[in-house]
């Protein structure tokens, strides 16, 4: 006999969504490859049917003949389930090979992410991916990639993860060719576009791409210093890589690592890793001036340079150059000629802050924890309120116009806009503080609340785009105990927050 | 610190004297003239940077100001010496993508 229930159930499931018009559908949606998905897995079933009943052959009358059966059937079983049910870790672990073409072809094969419906962009992540294991990637293979992710129709999760890992892919190639800028404006993009994928409704993502997402963030946390944020992803959410290095950060925090990151540590044995694990437990003051001053000389050459460099330098930075810029400082670096001069010594701090302002203004540096300012860190400081305050009014400026138009764009441009209103939001909070980002809350919250009810209601919708708009919303009304809004916000997560 | 900053362009040395300076910028301005490859180029801490006639003479007026000389000099200066070799605590991971064997990102 048929197991009929589960099969009614997931035609079901499949079938939700369409043809209620439910506006916060939930399950799946009908689309022509969840179908033929449900299908194949009735075909499976029915496959493992026949086998049971060779087996119960088998088991009477044992002859060769029924052991070849039984094996045929078990091998159809096995593989043809494997396709169905494990095409995601499968395809990853193959993608860890190289060949992305393989893997594309494979991932179309498989009908890859049935419940979200984002074949082509699945395809395409783990061809993105299969080329970042490889390396050396060329113009015409990313191409290739942003080609196959045009003809996706659904733009959940997937689709934005895919378009996040096109750019960090163009970052790569970009910083291999020396464009630095060009790399930081790619890698900002992709980091911006990982960063929207945690705010998704689960519905609207994979388990195992927001797995990848976060071990994206993780690693360009780490290439950037941000260790703190290594503890943000959930037991969960988080790879092997992301345990080990988190493990790292627990132990340099003097706190204990939690067993399953001591495990992931030990499975992944990795030596960049354990190079970590080597480093001194605490940073040593310079010594004297000299020493300062080749710490300064380190890590403003690298600034200026558009290199990483951790918060806590970044800082330091900006405290040695108020020190050795002063006219007063027995080591000062001003020429004794020009001492005198207080134009000229405060041209110099400009100039200098100048320099620094376009690097922070991207990367950001935590100018709030200062604790004394200085001639050039007051500058800087200033330099990045203006900068970066001037840039959330026209980004908002710009949003609002578009609601009061109700001007839609393609699927890539409305994401980097998601993706890039957070950033900007975020490197203000990390900047200047939770003071400036209480200033700009009011009219943040009301134009990206109107971008998120833009890609909501009118068409083509995007719906889980736009929760994770009234996620980021409803996570700041509470944080600033604007109850109106936080009400308002879990409304419209409600509304948005199935896959249609 | 600017890539523009007037001793980089000229290729001088911050500590050059001002006939240095001006006997620097006149080979600079000649080379460009008949058009040699080596002349069209100048490196500074920010990597090989293009060089045109005007960026020269620019650069060759702004040192002739001793005060904008000194304070070029100091900018310049602000950017050279020895670097500290000491390993931070929380320094960056540059190789950090690949412990997830990911060797194009």
């Known amino acids: 006999m048929l197991p009929l229930a589960p099969i009614i159930l997931l035609i079901r499931l499949a079938t939700r969504g369409t043809s209620t018009g439910s506006s916060s559908g939930s399950g799946f949606s009908a689309t022509g490859r969840a179908v033929l998905w449900v299908f194949g897995v009735m075909s499976w079933v029915g496959c493992l049917l026949l086998t049971l009943a060779a087996i119960g052959d088998w088991s009477r009358e044992r002859t060769w003949e029924r052991v070849e059966i039984v094996a045929v059937f078990v091998s159809i079983d096995v593989v043809f389930g494997a396709g169905l049910f494990l095409a995601w870790p499968i395809l990853r672990a193959l993608a860890r090979r190289g060949t992305p073409k393989l893997v594309y072809y494979l991932a179309h094969a498989s009908l890859i992410f049935p419940l979200t419906g984002e074949t082509y962009a699945g395809a395409t992540l783990l061809a993105g991916i299969a080329l970042a294991h490889r390396g050396r990637v060329t113009k015409k293979e990313v191409r290739w990639l942003e080609s196959r992710l045009k003809r996706e129709q659904r733009h959940l999760g997937t689709f934005g993860a895919a378009y996040a890992l096109i750019e960090a892919l163009k970052a790569k190639r970009a910083d291999d060719k020396k464009r630095r800028l060009v790399a930081l404006e790619h890698a900002q993009r992709a980091r911006t576009l990982f960063g929207t994928l945690t705010y998704f409704s689960p519905r609207a993502i994979p388990p195992g791409v927001l797995r990848f997402a976060y071990e994206y963030l993780a690693l360009d946390d780490a290439r950037q210093a941000h260790w703190s944020a290594m503890l943000l992803a959930e037991k969960g959410q988080a790879t092997t890589v992301v345990r080990a290095l988190a493990s790292w950060v627990r132990e340099q925090a003097g706190e204990p690592a939690k067993p399953y990151e001591k495990r992931a540590r030990r499975r992944l044995a990795s030596p960049i890793v354990e190079r970590l694990f080597s480093r001194p437990k605490e940073s040593q003051p310079p010594s004297g001036a000299a020493e300062a001053h080749a710490l300064l000389i380190r890590d403003y050459d690298a600034l200026v340079r558009g290199r990483a460099v951790s918060p806590r330098s970044s800082l330091n930075v900006l405290m040695l150059l108020d020190t050795f810029l002063h006219p007063e400082y027995p080591d000062t670096l001003l020429p004794e000629d020009i001492r005198g001069d207080e134009a000229l010594v405060a041209s110099i701090h400009e100039e200098v802050a100048l320099s620094l302002r376009d690097v922070f203004a991207r990367t950001g540096v935590p100018l709030f924890a200062l604790k004394n300012i200085g001639p050039v860190s007051a500058r800087v400081y200033e330099a990045l309120e203006t900068s970066l305050l001037e840039e959330m009014q026209s980004a908002l400026d710009r949003v609002n116009e578009h609601k009061k138009l109700a001007y839609r764009r393609d699927p890539f441009a409305e994401w980097l806009e998601v993706a890039y209103l957070r950033g900007l939001y975020r490197r203000i909070e990390y900047t200047l503080g939770p003071d400036a980002l209480a200033r700009v809350w009011k009219p943040f919250a009301y134009a990206y609340c109107n971008l998120g009810v833009l890609l909501s209601e009118t068409w083509p919708r995007r719906r889980p785009l736009a929760f994770s708009v009234f996620r980021l919303l409803s996570v700041e009304a509470h944080r600033f105990q604007d109850q109106q809004q936080a009400q308002q916000q879990l409304h419209n997560m409600t509304v948005t927050s199935g896959v249609q | ?105």
Request: aromatic share 6%; with cysteine.
């Open chain 2, 1 to 105: 610190m600017s890539p523009k900053n007037a001793f980089w362009v000229l290729g001088v040395s911050p500590d050059a004297t001002p006939g240095e300076i001006e006997r620097e910028g006149r080979k600079v301005l000649g080379l460009l003239e008949i058009g040699a490859e080596s002349a069209k180029t100048y490196t500074c801490p920010f990597g090989e940077l293009p060089r045109d006639a005007t960026m020269v003479r620019e650069a060759m007026a702004a040192l002739r100001d001793p005060k904008r000389r000194a304070k070029e000099r100091c900018l310049a200066k602000l950017g050279s010496g020895p670097r500290s070799e000491v390993e931070d605590m929380d320094a960056p991971l540059a190789d950090a993508f690949l412990i997830g064997g990911y060797r194009g990102l």
